[in-house]
């Protein structure tokens, strides 16, 4: 909005004093005519102006009719704040939930208003309304007169504006309204602007304390989310999402959740998830992202489903989790037990598996992969064969192997378990999986001193080692 009405405006400045003060003395006339405009044009939004923001608007009328007058006979004088007073009245248009165009719509009409309203008083000396600037105005005597000059009121007093001059403020008038439009759709965007950060806070606020390694109190988690309006749910779920974007997140995903970045990913609280049609609304939104969901839990427990689907989305970047982009921890446990601490599962199986380490790829490849098997299918020697494409008496040979490198651990249900995880690590044995290429060449001279299996019988303990199982 300009600082000054003649900025809006700048014939104002050859209008006389005189129109000025015609002005003046129509200001309380001017406020009760708009006030009753401005109340229809309400009417037909639905609103009225017996609440706060009707009061505000009311007062904002006249202040606006006030701050008009006023500056027709002193059209240097700043605008500030009336500027001020419609920008605060955009705010509560968008706090109160209105249209950002309600407001100017409001205002034109009134604008209008006082365009009749002026029309109306501006009667020429002989009693005529005034005509377009440049035409001539018929007095009542019939006789022609110039429709410029100024004339004098019906009372004989204070001389209203001739056409001319009426013209210039009806430029200045829509110039006017049209910046403290301008104005209040500022105050409008604004508040949104500064609504949507506020909104942001108070969600991610709300995120934090469900997540935090110690539950929030109730009265302090209730009243958080009284803040962030979202009812309490029984259960909740929390998505891991590639990204920074919490708030478009969210809205896609609907259905009450709320979002936050933690860390480097958009966490999701996603409440009641077993209600029918949640959790598939939630992948379709996730098309083409990233992203874990944690196990549907009792709210006071939101830390632990938060926790695993981070976890899940860490090892899912790095592509242990398979290709479907949204995975669900629930089918994946294993791998996070195995996987939550980098480093351990390794090395598990570099301790647990040590009685391989001594012997050579190939030979040591063949017994883990047998041990393995062995372990799936708990002890059943045919199934084992048929899984590995071998003879059952092959299976049992190597199974002698490894009793004599294990020893009592092989039927240990504790020893067997932590077994199984290793090898689930090691699949070969080793963290090495590279071919014994060097086995793989025949000797100059003798036979194959491997086995028909590809065990290497030329272990560090000699063949008796491998017989005596």
């Known amino acids: 909005m300009s600082d000054a009405l003649l900025d809006i405006e700048p014939g104002l400045a050859g209008l006389a004093p005189a129109v000025g003060d015609h002005l003046r003395g129509l200001r309380g006339t001017l406020h009760a005519r708009i006030l009753g405009t401005v109340r229809a044009a309400m009417r037909e939004q639905g609103r009225s102006l017996t609440g706060g923001q009707g009061q505000g608007l009311a007062l904002g009328v006249q202040t606006a009719v006030d701050t008009f007058v006023d500056a027709v006979a002193d059209p240097g004088r700043e605008l500030t704040a009336t500027r001020e007073v419609f920008h605060a009245l955009g705010r509560t248009e968008y706090r109160e939930g209105h249209r950002v165009d309600a407001l100017r719509t409001v205002l034109t009409l009134g604008a209008r208003d006082i365009w009749a309203f002026l029309v109306e008083h501006a009667i020429t000396a002989g009693g005529t309304a005034a005509a377009p600037p440049g035409t001539a105005a018929t007095s009542g005597a019939g006789t022609t007169t110039d429709a410029r000059p100024a004339a004098t009121s019906a009372a004989g007093r204070n001389p209203g504006p001739a056409p001319a001059d009426l013209y210039v403020i009806a430029g200045a008038l829509f110039g006017y309204v049209d910046a403290l439009a301008g104005a209040a ?226 039927d240990d249900p504790d020893a067997r378990l932590v077994l199984t995880l290793a090898l689930r690590q090691q699949p070969t044995g080793a963290a090495d999986q590279q071919p014994d290429r060097a086995g793989d060449q025949q000797p100059t001279g003798g036979a194959d001193p491997r086995s028909a299996d590809g065990a290497d019988r030329r272990s560090a303990d000699g063949a008796d080692r491998y017989r005596s199982g």
Request: hydrophobic share 45%; with cysteine; glycine share 8%.
């Open 185 to 410: 759709a500022e105050g409008f965007l604004d508040e949104q602007r500064d609504t949507a950060q506020d909104w942001a806070t108070t969600r991610r606020r709300l995120v934090t304390l469900l997540v935090q390694p110690d539950p929030p109190a109730e009265a302090v988690l209730r009243a958080a989310a009284d803040a962030a309006r979202w009812p309490l749910p029984t259960t909740l779920a929390v998505l891991s999402v590639d990204g920074t974007d919490a708030e478009q997140v969210a809205r896609g995903i609907g259905a009450g959740a709320v979002a936050a970045v933690i860390g480097d990913a958009v966490r999701v609280v996603l409440p009641d998830p077993g209600t029918p049609g949640r959790l598939d609304r939630a992948r379709q939104a996730l098309v083409g992202r990233r992203a874990a969901l944690g196990p549907t839990v009792e709210r006071h427990r939101a830390r632990l489903s938060y926790r695993l689907s981070r976890r899940a989305l860490t090892l899912h970047q790095h592509g242990a989790l398979g290709r479907e982009p949204v995975v669900s921890c629930d089918d994946h446990l294993l791998g996070l037990l195995t996987a939550w601490e980098p480093g351990l599962a390794a090395h598990l199986a570099d301790t647990v598996l040590a009685p391989l380490a001594g012997l050579r790829p190939t030979a040591r490849r063949a017994l883990a992969e047998t041990l393995h098997g062995w372990l799936r299918r708990q002890g059943q020697v045919v199934a084992v064969a048929e899984d590995l494409h071998t003879h059952p008496q092959t299976v049992r040979y190597r199974m002698r192997q490894l009793r004599a490198l294990f020893g009592p651990a092989l």
